[in-house]
């Protein structure tokens, strides 16, 4: 058992957990672990709203300067005009401002009239967490990191999302603000005036049996999608910016198994409050906790998420033809 | 919107609160406002395994020195002998201390082989809270306070039942321990080596009109009781030492409407992972969740609780002729 906290990050605490240390938790996760040399991580969501128009951007990607690690997804239907996101991941900020400054532009105006955008942020190690139920297949930006930890502590109790922050030790990770925008013409950016909280939380199924394949679709996902229904369309009154419900594609463009959940919040505590208590989460959690019993030590359901509180000037919101219900122009004034 | 920390129990805190200033809960509820001379609490629960022979304790707790409050109930049938138990409030010590001493030997010696037993806390004002979600109808040991409180900060999250109690400013209130066991012949004391943590968690749906009286009694109540069942079969895993489902006597000795369930648990900590997310309360959580939504402001269904963490010296558990998994008997090595 060993904490999520590494130990080039630990600090004299202001702030206690949120369990005594003799806490143990009931079953066994994982977070990733990067080099100490890495101190900053970015993740940039690139999304285009129509399919096509993608051979440039994947140039781009297997280019000088290029993401470590990189996915593309496609939103589960849901009423609104599908859009593509790619999900690029790099573990040094200087890299990703070259790649950045060559492929903006080209990416934003390359749509022909359809929309493009970018969400990015660059969260600190210390403003950035990771867990994963099981070690057999990094996702997302643990693709990058060097390692699995080992059991961690910092897990299965409400809060443990917080203790696994380094900055947790001290700070209490809050700073809510309203968004600015900024339009010209078609293009639209967002400046949060407050710290923002991302997370991407993702489920695979694709190795799961009959049996736990069917719970799975049956009654874990209609409560997942309803939830994720809950956070774009009704989520704002509760501290989220926007919401999507993604299924991840693989290199033929075809859906997988493999879907996340990325959902902008305006705080850390905002995003806890809505998982530890919302009717729609509790019934999501009551779910996938009735598939993990039910199946016990033969699931094959993965679970993992990523978690990232980034400031004002770790952030990147730009818009160009999109509709106004897209990202955080949905939340803007 | 008020703290549920008197002013004159606010004192410079070490540890903060589980929750942002700028929360806001989602629905308003109470707590019991005591008035500020009131140092210590005295919880008296005497139990008795049958029915009979309570004319003496009535006499006496009628008497000199009795309590400003007590109610009566009796063990929900769960394939164990029914205990009646008297639940006895008192707020200053001395005057339980004089009470105590006249009528501790005459009731567990009563019982004519039946069994008798006495649990009771002394708990300070600085580690006891409530929470009632009206102000109509007190109960417990709400009973005795002055006053309902405005509506309260420190709900509507994991984590407020500690924000709520005043040692929680500075105190992690964690001081697990074992149980030591004094037998001497039919008589048992049980001596926890650390705190213990009380909680009595009652509904009342006296009130309730048709529809909420079905969705009771047909979807809460089913999850309640198997909760119940399971803290008391299985809970000592857990942390929970004894659990008790009981239903409320009126005057007649005839159930009313009224249940609750008494619970005791080697920590705070404890209490509160059972209650965010195991899987018995979860379910029960969410069925609660679910008919308060349901009834909107038309509820009637009144929830309360009651919780106290005791030092070793505050505590008193002792059982005569009683049987083996009675109370922390069951839980004494």
């Given amino acids: 058992m060993e904490s999520a906290i590494p130990a080039e990050l630990t ?51 297997g280019g000088p300067d290029g993401p470590g690690h990189w996915d593309r997804a496609t939103q589960v239907a849901d009423g609104l005009p599908s859009d593509v996101v790619t999900a690029a991941y790099w573990d040094d900020p200087a890299v990703f401002d070259r790649w950045f400054a060559r492929h903006r532009e080209p990416w934003l105006t390359g749509g022909g009239g359809q929309g493009r955008w970018i969400e990015a942020i660059r969260p600190t190690v210390e403003r950035y967490e990771t867990i994963f139920g099981s070690r057999r297949r990094p996702e997302g930006v643990a693709v990058l990191a060097e390692s699995f930890s080992g059991e961690i502590r910092e897990h299965g109790y ?97 859906p997988t198994e493999r879907t996340y959940g990325l959902s902008w919040w305006r705080t850390l505590a905002e995003l806890e409050r809505w998982s530890e208590t919302h009717p729609t989460h509790v019934a999501i959690f009551g779910a996938f906790g009735r598939l993990v019993r039910a199946q016990g030590a033969r699931t094959q359901l993965r679970l993992y998420h990523e978690v990232s509180v980034a400031t004002p000037d770790e952030q990147w919101f730009e818009y160009v033809d999109c509709h106004e219900r897209t990202g955080l122009l949905r939340a803007a004034p």
Same sequence: chains 1, 2.
């Fill in 158 to 254: 409400w809060g443990g999302m917080r203790d696994r922050m380094p900055a947790s030790q001290h700070s209490p990770l809050h700073s809510p603000g309203e968004l600015d925008v900024e339009r010209d013409g078609a293009r639209v950016r967002v400046r949060p005036r407050g710290s923002v909280c991302l997370i991407r939380s993702g489920q695979d199924w694709s190795d799961a049996a009959e049996d736990e394949r069917r719970m799975y679709t049956e009654e874990v996902e209609p409560n997942l999608r309803a939830g994720m229904g809950f956070l774009r369309e009704e989520g704002l009154a509760i501290g989220c910016f926007a919401n999507r419900y993604l299924t991840v594609l693989d290199d033929a463009g075809s």
């Fill in 11 to 61: 600090v004299p605490r202001t702030r206690h957990p949120r369990v005594p240390d003799d806490f143990r938790p009931p079953y066994p996760s994982f977070v990733a672990r990067h080099a100490p040399s890495v101190r900053q991580l970015v993740m940039a969501y690139l999304g285009s709203q129509g399919a096509s128009g993608h051979e440039a951007l994947d140039a781009a990607l």
